[in-house]
């Protein structure tokens, strides 16, 4: 995702990290928007259930989204 694009939560791909993302409010059919990454790429940053959210590139790859 670009800077401010917007997509839809629709799954995870490891089960142990989803319990830890859905308890931090990425459920499935949230909608997610990718606000910025840090200099070096690592962490980024995302809208979801009306806060910010600051992710691990590792974690976030673990996010299935909807476009």
């Given at each position: 995702?670009?800077?401010?694009?917007?997509?839809?939560?629709?799954?995870?791909?490891?089960?142990?990290?989803?319990?830890k993302l859905?308890?931090?409010g990425c459920l499935p059919g949230a909608a997610v928007r990718f606000n910025f990454a840090a200099p070096f790429g690592d962490p980024i940053c995302i809208s979801?259930?009306?806060?910010?959210?600051?992710?691990?590139l590792e974690e976030a790859a673990t996010i299935s989204i909807l476009n």
């Amino acid at each position: 995702m670009k800077p401010g694009e917007v997509a839809i939560v629709a799954g995870f791909t490891d089960e142990q990290l989803s319990v830890k993302l859905m308890e931090m409010g990425c459920l499935p059919g949230a909608a997610v928007r990718f606000n910025f990454a840090a200099p070096f790429g690592d962490p980024i940053c995302i809208s979801v259930s009306g806060y910010e959210l600051s992710l691990r590139l590792e974690e976030a790859a673990t996010i299935s989204i909807l476009n």
